[in-house]
């Protein structure tokens, strides 16, 4: 019999080299890919599959055929619910984003603070210089505010996850309980100064580093999260009371703060500077061999904007979200040539959306003192003045003439035009066309891949788009801030701080001039039916909410706007509506069909359910209002 | 000639004249002469182990006698680990069956083991040749964790997988036992909880050479095949679920094609499949062959076998193409066993055997085939254009279309999908084993030693050659009337889907390598002192290591390696008091240092009550009585997730692409990322199982043997993923410990009755059954509250299944607008589910245990053999009962478009489903619908349906030729015979063989009709 001992190391099968998780640390090499683990939890915000707010909200419908596998498309449809939460970012279960899909924030925060603490040891990637290091904790530090930040917008109160707890820790470590609403917003933003510290103004290597995190993008985060945090929904929301945990903590405040308006202003304007003085200005589209009318060269900068690669108004944009599948769903097809899975034009902004943005003159459609759209299936006839915007000749309705160049940049319909970069004439006379009735080239008699309010998104497909098999889409890199954003929240928190002052008129009307607009003041006195408008906080509150929706509308902000403004119990509740997109005449085709009788519940449904599951699981945590 | 049951000739039968002195022995093929005195003369067989007949002489010259095992002999010996005991001083728990009744029409052996092997619960899923194996677990599941749980099988002493035990064929059987209790398979230690198969290989015995050759010629159909409703209904009900739930849908189907499909009109521009009928054939021919010579001489004997099996696919397969890829599985092995007498004292036993399947097939083998007869759509296109519509084109003109128009995609055509190109698989075992046996006699009476080791490696690799089918619509020329095709993939402007090639292509599919090698040494000592009190001992040491070519991963291709101490000690006092201890102590290289080694003891008690002097007088009646106790530990290393090989290490991918990300202007800056698969915890260790049997062995008239055994099981240290590790944790995977616990109980019967019943005719009948229950006593979950308390599974069954409580359909839309929520978009017609915890809508939380486990808690078996003269007959049935099984509704679900697949319509569904103007609300389906509707499908009571069932599992009407003919044609014996298996099965359920439960839509079970002859030289 073969003896013992030697049998004990009959069992030592292992080398001692079998990688372990301390070789990630050892090199800067091998640190720099558990620096990009750490960006990996980014939500990938240009999907439309995983962006929450295009999907689950007002502002893009679809049919329910195509992408069926969307849960955000069921939340706007009313079938959000407790047992098996759709979209579970908390426990990252959900068809979402990140790594394989998964919405596992809570997994990409304790890589944050794993590589925090290893990269604060110098022992650890000696290699590694001392500029370098911090500027990497600095985007570390952000990456972990903003996972906290994207949790706190949608579930309110959360547990604080500042150091990792051990794996073999027992039951009740493990229990954590939610923290205060104004504690998580405190902490947050702390860190996010503690971040700006450590990160560089911009960026200096932009062939390998364009989409890293920067100074101004950390003040910008910031600004959005004092400007929620000040805003009706979490800023002595009477709705709260009674919102306790287990242990009696109140978890929101419940009474309003009017200071938290002072900061969020202040942090706006910060922001602003921090990326004006990194080279940050509002985009203009510039003129070219083309020769474009002042109509076109204002549309291609209000889409160009967000679609420019890398354009200067970008403030952070994310290139591990990439939009070629974006614009593949909103792309529509402009002439017969083209066929459905190239321009799939999915993606249907309902009627609520073309209501919503200005008249020509610069004020809502409801109170320009000088056009009548009251009468909504009215149809127009297109004459020459409006070619640059829809076909001459071409019978449309009433709603589509007369509009603000915003209108025309973002939305295609039945007979508009859409000047790209390779259109027939050369020129944006006589350009591409959409033909939307049932069995038109851009119209529904399209299998699955179909259109349901006759209204599609221009604003987020390239100007380069071509019917080609190679490469049609140029893509873009999802922008998360643009400088018109942050323009536009330090306007709303200046009013709500101090009125309408100067400087919230300036700001806005920055915004406005790229649009091709005359300023609030000039536009309200000589075309409103309430001229005085803007001269109150309240009236200027209205305006200026108006002007975020339009600035920013399919951008995914809308959603997230609606809830912390406390409008979604109103908006939400409207029906969603289009035209008759199975309509073969003019006639049947310019009625207006109900897509769905949208209900929103309050104030149930302005914050997420945590899983009845993970409530049983954890009883520290407590339910969210409603649920 | 004297011969057994089973046809074999019997050497040294004792022939003698009644009441007379004249007798002779028969010789070595079982002939005996004999002269007696007169017609009157009545000859008496009479032979250790059998029955003793007698048979009147009359005028006959020669007479054929078929002797019986007498059962009240207890001589027989059984395996036992590591070695072989007496049947009588048998202590611990084990079953033996003789390799005659594991023979059976099949080329699989895991298929006749249920309702045969006492203490075996299995179960066969699916009928197709390569993927037919039963699962077979040793007294039920007892086990919850992601580990091993079906029975370590030796063959030879050789670890095997049950495929290699699938191909074995009971002709090279020499012995079977199932080890079931903790004394028969602590011995094993860390490989034996799950219960012990042994299996032994016959060897050769001195004499002249003998073949024996057995051929099969075999019939095989499908028991049951789901049935698919026909064309016209498919279509009017695809209309009838589309307008269902939205009334403003176009249609699928236009009047005028529903009405020319309906009128018979051309099917090429009319399609009307039935692609079950052009897909499968009826039936199929399947053969088998064995053939084996042994003999030997004192020094040196062999027994050499070798095996041809032939099994076909039900594929309908024409010659559209010069390779067919209908399922063919060859199997071959070569088995040869070589017993050596190197010195007096010792022996040395080589045991060579090959086992090689070649298999080709389909691409993705028969199931995606019977699985394509359901998901393709049967009015869309023909299955192929005849070569007359365009006699220029050299490749098949399949029929195609895009599944909705515009969508882009093309469905699916089955018929294509099954010839475009064909599958070859080729697997091969080789095993080399040498073992040496060393009387030790001369140092001390009894003592022995031995040593054996082997080396097994194992190759699979699998290939596929395909074409890309092209495909075509078509349509009719309005002013000829002639069919004109028109290609839809030919890679041109507006070409859809992959574009056609009128050649091969190949894809080289996965191999696989490995490669085990053993050594065990043991010594033992045996030896009866003063008459009464036997003793003996054995203790054995093993190593093992096994390792992989293909692993995946650093750690998964380090070496698996085992090593045990084993050892067993018996004392037995007068053949009446019977003691036993074993023990196992074994290390696993997956556990940290300090966790390596388990020990793993038992003990037993028997006593033989019937040789108590007391007892004498009851003898004639009761010729036997044992009572058992035996109790002991065993354990298990193979637990948890295969990939997680070494839990006290952390498994980390450094170059993790989805956990990467880009930067750059161009995006042309990545790395990987870094993610964990596994965090380290030197904590786990074994998995452990107390075991307790207490049985009773009862023998009756010398000719019924009853033996019950009555065990409980307590299984823990169970590996789980801890359930109280939140999502705020923020790990990315789960950990484990090792805290599940389950107790299993159950008993088991089996009973054989042997008799000869005239001078004629003889019977043989036998019964058993298997009763195996579970219970969970610990388990890692949820802290429930009380009100949701039937939401534990703590203290239900291992495979209790969970789900919603169906009470019927809705009436309408306003019932279901005046329920609590339930999922998605419900309307009429659709399941209506109860609101168990009352909170106003149907959530997980409203799911409670439902229905009977899901593998079944009953198994039995009975049936006999009535022979007379040279004819005999046997039938055999075999149950299953106490189980639950689910019907998966999204995988039936009609009309559902899925890729490039849309599904077809059971019949069940078309003729039983709730419509507007049939309001039905217990149908058997919902409201139709073209998509998978979230609410109908939850697991519920709608959808369970009972496993019991009890068919006829075997059939065989056999006919021993007698000698006079054998001889003519040159042989020494001859049997031909004509058997069946799977020839009906009786249960409540209809839609498929119930026996398949969730799997009906796979591959059916085979019913084999089989005419064989087996005869030797």
Redesign the interface.
Known sequence: ??S?QS??S??????DS????D??FTLRN?A???L??C??YLPKNGDVRFNIAMLAGDEIWKNDITL?DVSNFEIAKG?Q????PLVNV????SYGAG??NNF?I??????CNIFIEKMTDRNNARDLDELERTRWIGEVEFLKAYYHYYLLRMYGPI?I?DK??P???S?DE???YRAPFDECVSYISDLLDQSAEKLPESIED???????ITKPIALGIKAKLLTMAASPLFNGNPDYVGFVDSQGTALMNTTYDPQKWRKAADAALAAIQSAEASGNSLFYFEQNQFDLSETTLTKLSIRQAITE??NPEIVWSN??S?TTNLQYYCMVPVSADY???LAQKILSPPLKMAKLFYTKNGVPINEDKTLNFTNETELRLATAEDSYNIEEGFQTARINFDREPRFYADLGFDGSTFYKRDSPSKSDENTWVIRAKYNDYAGS?????YNVSGYYIKKLVDWRMTNSTGEPYRSY?WPEIRLADLYLLYAEALNEAEGPTANVLEYANRVRQRAGLEGIAESWTNFSVNPSKYTTKEGMREILHQERLIELAFEGQRFWDLRRWKKASEELNKDITGWNY?GVTQEEYYQIRTLELQKFVAPRDYLWPLS???L???PNLVQNPGW | SVKDNNGTPLLGVNVLEKGTTNGVAADFDGNYEIKVTDNEAILVFSFVGYQTKEIAVKNETTINAVLIEDLSELDEVVLVGFGKQKKESLVSSITSISPGELKAPTSNLTTMMAGRVAGMIAFQRSGEPGANNSDFFIRGLGSFGAGKRNPLILIDGIESSPTDMARLQPDDIESFSVLKDAAAASIYGARGANGVVLISTKSGKAGKVKFDFRVENRFSSNTDNFKIADNITYMKLANEATLTRDPLAPLPYSQNKIERTAAGANPLLYPNNNWIDQLIKDYTWNQAFNLSASGGAEKAQYYVAGTFNVDNGLLNVNGLNDFNNNIKLYNYSLRSNINLQLTPTTEGIVRLYGQFDDYTGPIGGGQRIFNSALYSNPVLFPNVYPESLSPFTTHPMFGGAETRPGSGVLAQNPYAEMVRGYQVYKNSTLQVQLELKQDLGFWTEGLSARAMGYIRRFSFFDVTRSYNPFYYSSRRNPENGEIILNVLNDGSEGSIGTTGTEFLDYNPGNKRLDSRIYLETAINYNRTFNDVHSVSGMLINLISSYQTGNAGSLQASLPSRNHGLSGRFTYGYDNRYLFEFNFGYNGSERFSAGKRYGYFPSIGFAYRISNEDYFQPLKNVVNDLKLRFTFGEIGNDEIGRQEDRFFYLSNVNLNDGTYGASFGEEFGFSRPGVSTSRYSNPNITWEKSKQTNIGLDVGLFKSLTISADYFKQHRFNILQERSDVGSTLGLQVTPSTNFGEVESKGFELSMDYNQQLSSSWWTSLRANMTYSTSEILEFAEIDYPNELSYLKRKGNSIAQGYGLIAERLFVDDEEVANSPTQFGDVRGGDIKYRDVNGDGAITDADRVPIGLPTTPELIYGFGGTIGYKDFDFSLFFQGSARSSFFIRPNLIQPFFINGSSESGLLKAIADDHWSESNRNVYAFWPRLSTQQEVNNNQPSTWWMRNGAFLRLKNIEFGYNAPKSIANKIGLENLRVYASAINVAVWSSFDLWDPEQGANGLGYPIQSVYNIGLTARL
């Open positions: 019999i073969i013992f049998c004990e009959h069992l030592d099968v292992v080398p079998a990688p372990t998780i070789n990630a091998e720099e890919k558990y990009f683990t960006y990996s069926d079938n619910r407790a047992g098996n908390w426990d990252g279960n790594p394989n596992d809570f997994d990409g925060i304790r890589h547990p996850i990792n707890i794996i073999e820790a039951t493990i229990n954590v932009i062939t390998n580093e364009l989409g890293r690669r890398w290139p591990n990439r066929n459905h899975t008699n399209a299998g699955v891949l890199a199975l009845e599951n993970t049983l699981q954890n």
